[in-house]
């Protein structure tokens, strides 16, 4: 596997557990909270969102400088890992561009 590729699949790998524990926080950590009154899951789950957001974040880095992302890509990676379920769609745009 070329590194180029490894780190694509490392980035890829992020932002679908990214997406996966935001779907985790709002759907299971949030309802436990308001309906249970159990903080404890929103603050684990929220711990591990915001880390691997983090992690997200250093990964589309990553593949920024391996890949040879523009700018335009670059700050179309930075929105769509704030919005919800964004990096799923940039995951699309990076995986066809480096296809």
């Known amino acids: 596997m070329r590194a180029d590729a490894a780190v694509v699949q490392w980035c890829v790998a992020l932002g679908r557990a990214e997406g996966a524990s935001l779907l985790a926080l709002w759907l299971v950590a949030m309802p436990l909270k308001y309906a249970l009154g159990l903080r404890e899951p929103v603050a684990w789950m929220g711990w591990a969102h915001g880390v ?38 940039f995951e699309r745009r990076l995986v066809r561009s480096q296809g």
């Open 52 to 89: 691997l957001f983090l992690l997200y974040g250093v990964s589309l880095g990553s593949v920024s400088r391996v890949c040879a992302l523009s700018w335009a890509e670059l700050a179309q990676g930075v929105v769509a890992s704030v919005l919800p379920f964004g990096t799923l769609w």
